[in-house]
């Protein structure tokens, strides 16, 4: 493998889905380019930034810092390109207009260029022009646009004037946002070096952009709203053969290389009279206005710099924004508090919940400027939160309030093995017993879909169902869904998904279901669906050589092997060393039968580390030497490149967690620090719970869900999956909050995919035409793989918030700090200002105190139950200068203290040394 590999539109992995899954097409790499004229352009300095206007419309050709003129936050290496009719820009205007109760009409400055009406430009105005003929006949408005440098922040204007003889009523007004995340024909390099990602805090008068480059450096742009400007939607600009009857398009091809472009939507009652009507609740309610016979307004944005991802908030603060930050987050489980800590130029005069009293905020003082409120859920789904300040400014910001942690793990633990169980149906592909993707649309099990590995148990698609299953029993096992996860990894993963003897034993196939006519002619109906490459044959079902397979059989084997060992009685058909053996064979068929997709990192793939630290524990020395060396080839290979996280796809956001973890156990700290911020990169903090450590996906719904489209996705599997690398950086660093909020963020934006029977969704689809839920469980079960390895209770003391709880509600006292833990394991907990990170293998956390004066922490355990007599305790020092700690209690072996259990509380009291 090479990163400097360019990267195609879509690689060779989805070719042919353009038709069946009805994407844009794309061009083939092999093509010769078209030669455009190039543009030209007037440059300003504005700040801390180069600027460059098109010559021919003033719309936004370069934005660069002044210090990296090689850099552009937009396209400008395709401007040429993407100079014709049907192409977005910086400073292009969207409008849907009508006379009140009449019919809506569309209008876009950049659906049919025509020339520009230059105005006078003087003083801190860089450009001006009257742009109403460029947005279409008939208009029934004037549109002007000015570029202005406002001491040193480049601010777009634009003053629309009703110029009709009555009422105008203006349902959509959007400005297209277009940044340059194009990663068409960029190797790795050149994509982590060029392009950036933008994340939106849909926050009305206080949203913003953020801009964030792929490698994670300084400097971050923001784009901040300009009075009465607020950022009430963010409207895809779809291509025109998506957007039906709709102007408000782009013409480049989006897909797995570019995500294409949005608009920052000012009002959106439009929309959701049209393409919003079936819709689940957008993040705002949608709005218009109407203007009177000759009147004007004014709407725009200003871009700034932020020097670094880090100093986004601060740089708000700095240009006087309402600045919203919620502690852990905004995933509120019922039976657990949480804080918003605001900091605005003016004073909160109204706090509203919609839906009402969905979620409460109490006013609870300040602390160093900052406006305290305590925040409790009291309604499961969504809650938006509106503060409305004292200069009529509104800000929103968007809660998940989920069941408590506890009941959400059952919930997903009783649904997945009971209407996800699929057994006993004479299924010919070898799939009884399994536990396989669920439709929850139609109320079924999907046993049979045109894209195979969605029915096939294997893929991410189709392992995600029974992956879920198994590592809810991590935590929280469960006598009888233990039984089911036995019968299920024993009877059909080994023998039928998993070769179970010979030369390949170990391996993974790619799927067991697929598709073959000539053998089940009545069973594959409408034809034309199973036309795609999406529909292996036996052969190709068969395939042993995609490495992404081997971690989910791993989990399957690592789970039940940690199960019987920790919690005597519930494994019954092997024993321990049975299922850790398979794990260990399974990640050497990998590297033997999978070695090309091996040099990536995969998803999942954080648990060969703890296949190998479980081996060495357990004294299994040679087999833990194999695995090592083998590993370590990997590892090794992944060190000599400047991005070491490729994949499959052309760029991915599912490499990092595992590439970070060897590297980290292999002592490769510089790359696992490039690691760590190129996932800060494209996985923000931002006041909203779908937004908030949302680690960027876009495509995979074409893969594992039932609505495939190119979309962000919000809290697909790589929010959790990113998450676990973010936490152990925050542990070796605990001084870095931002660290442990997008890491918490992840983590628990995973658990809003489980609804309220159980029932648990591939992701969520953020474009404002759906909003909702995907029918699919899909691949689902990687994200909560992240979870439920991640799951656990931070304290905190930090220098401007004071005393935190992440998990658990924190209360102060004589005897010292105290936090009880409800995170959805209760067995992971991380003192900060001891450096102290305590982890069960079995046993549960019942409440903690840590003493400050001296540095004790006492545990308090929960009573013995039949399949958990005995804690088994870790404890691990993570910072340089953080004392070791000795238990009361407990006896050491494989690197733990086992601690009896009794019918009441235990009390372990972890004292200095």
């Not at 607020?230 to 039906?244: D, F, H, I, Q, S």
């Not at 529909?535 to 199960?563: C, E, F, Q």
Request: net charge neutral; with cysteine; hydrophobic share 40%.
């Amino acid at each position: 493998m090479s990163n400097a590999r360019t990267l195609a539109p879509a690689a060779l992995f989805l070719a042919g889905i353009t038709t069946v899954l009805c994407l844009p097409a794309l061009h083939a790499q092999e093509q010769p380019k078209p030669v455009f004229a190039p543009i030209q352009t007037s440059t300003h300095r504005v700040g801390a930034f180069q600027v460059a206007l098109r010559a021919d419309t003033q719309t936004l050709a370069r934005l660069s810092p002044a210090a990296e003129p090689g850099f552009s936050f937009v396209p400008t290496a395709r401007e040429p390109e993407r100079a014709g009719d049907g192409y977005n820009h910086v400073g292009d205007l969207n409008l849907r207009v009508r006379a009140p109760g009449g019919a809506w009409q569309d209008f876009a400055s950049a659906h049919a260029r025509k020339p520009i009406r230059r105005l006078p430009a003087s003083g801190k105005t860089l450009a001006a022009a009257d742009i109403t003929a460029s947005m279409g006949e008939n208009a029934p408005f004037t549109v002007e646009r000015r570029w202005l440098d406002e001491a040193g922040l480049l601010a777009l204007r634009f003053r629309i004037t009703n110029r009709s003889g009555a009422p105008l009523e203006i349902g959509a007004l959007g400005m297209p946002m277009v940044f340059d995340n194009i990663i068409t024909d960029r190797n790795l390099d050149q994509a982590h070096a060029e392009a950036s990602f933008v994340d939106p805090y849909i926050g009305r008068d206080a949203g913003y952009l953020q801009v964030t480059r792929l490698n994670g450096k300084g400097p971050a742009l923001l784009v901040l709203p300009e009075k009465g400007s607020p950022l009430e939607a963010w409207a895809p600009l779809k291509n025109p053969r998506e957007a039906g009857e709709s102007i408000f398009t782009d013409k480049s091809p989006r897909g797995q290389t570019s995500e294409g472009f949005y608009d920052w939507t000012v009002h959106s009652l439009g929309y959701a009279d049209r393409e919003w009507k079936q819709a689940g609740e957008q993040w705002n309610a949608p709005t218009g206005r109407t203007l009177a016979p000759g009147q004007t307004i004014e709407v725009g944005v200003r871009m700034t710099e932020a020097p670094s991802i880090r100093a986004i908030e601060a740089t708000l603060i700095a240009n006087k924004r309402p600045v919203a930050i919620g502690i852990p987050g905004y995933v509120v489980p019922a039976d657990q508090s949480a804080t918003l800590f605001v900091k605005a130029p003016s004073a909160i005069r109204k706090i509203e919940s919609f839906p009402t009293g969905a979620v409460e905020a109490t006013p609870a003082g300040s602390r160093k400027g900052w406006t305290r409120l305590d925040i409790r859920g009291r309604q499961w789904g969504q809650a938006r939160l509106t503060l409305t300040y004292a200069d009529g400014q509104a800000q929103t910001v968007s809660y998940f309030v989920t069941r408590p942690l506890e009941q959400t793990m059952a919930d997903l633990g009783r649904f997945s093995t009971n209407q996800q169980w699929y057994e006993g149906k004479g299924d010919p592909f070898g799939r009884s017993p399994a536990i396989l993707t669920y439709d929850n649309e139609a109320k079924k099990i999907v046993d049979v879909e045109p894209r195979v590995w969605i029915a096939g148990m294997s893929d991410e698609g189709g392992g995600g169902a029974w992956v879920a299953a198994t590592m809810k029993q991590l935590d929280n096992p469960d006598p009888a869904e233990i039984t089911k996860i036995e019968r299920l990894v024993t009877e059909t993963v080994v023998g039928n998904l998993q070769v179970a003897d010979g030369p390949q034993a170990g391996a993974v196939k790619k799927s067991l279901f697929y598709y073959d006519p000539a053998k089940f002619p009545d069973l594959y109906k409408d034809a034309d669906k199973w036309k795609s490459w999406t529909s292996w044959k036996p052969k190709d079902a068969g395939d042993l050589g995609r490495a992404y397979n081997y971690p989910h059989v791993a989990i399957g084997h690592w789970v039940l092997y940690r199960t019987a060992r920790n919690h005597p009685g519930l494994v019954t058909r092997h024993d321990w060393r049975w299922y850790l053996d398979h794990a260990y064979r399974t990640t050497v068929a990998m590297m033997r039968d999978a070695p090309y997709y091996a040099e990536f990192g995969l998803m999942e793939g954080d648990v060969f580390v703890d296949i190998l630290k479980d081996l060495k524990r357990e004294g299994l020395t040679a087999e833990a030497t194999e695995m090592e060396r083998l590993m370590k080839q990997r590892a090794d290979h992944w060190r000599t490149l400047k991005f070491p996280f490729g994949s499959e796809m052309p760029w991915d956001s599912t490499g990092q967690p595992e590439v970070y973890a060897w590297m980290r156990y292999f002592g490769y700290q510089p790359q696992a620090e490039i690691t760590r911020e190129v996932i800060l990169g494209y996985d923000p903090t931002i006041p909203s719970w779908g937004y908030n450590g949302n680690a960027r996906r876009y495509w995979d719904f074409l893969y594992g869900g039932k609505y495939p489209r190119i979309e962000r996705q919000i809290h697909h599997y790589g929010s959790a999956l990113n998450a676990v690398p973010l936490f152990d950086a925050y542990r070796q660093n605990p001084g870095d909050l931002h660290l442990l909020r997008v890491a918490y963020g992840g983590m628990m934006g995973g658990i809003t995919n489980i609804d309220q029977q159980g029932f648990s969704s591939a992701a969520f689809h953020a474009w404002p035409d759906m909003m909702k839920w995907d029918p699919y469980t899909g691949d689902y079960g990687m994200g909560f793989y992240g979870h439920a390895l991640a799951a656990a209770t931070y304290l905190v003391n930090d220098p401007t918030f004071g005393w935190l709880g992440f998990g658990g509600d924190v209360t102060q006292g004589k005897d010292g700090v105290q936090i009880q833990p409800r995170d959805g394991a209760r067995a992971r907990l991380f003192v900060a200002p001891a450096g102290a990170w305590i982890t069960l293998d079995a046993g549960k956390i019942a409440n903690v105190t840590y003493t400050p004066i001296n540095g004790a922490i006492t545990l308090t355990l929960d009573p013995a139950t039949a399949v958990t007599p005995t804690a088994r305790l870790r404890i691990e020092t993570t910072t340089a200068n953080a004392r070791a700690l000795t238990p009361s209690a407990g006896t050491l072996e494989r690197g733990a203290w086992t601690i009896p259990l009794g019918t009441a509380p235990t009390l372990v009291k972890l004292s200095p040394r």
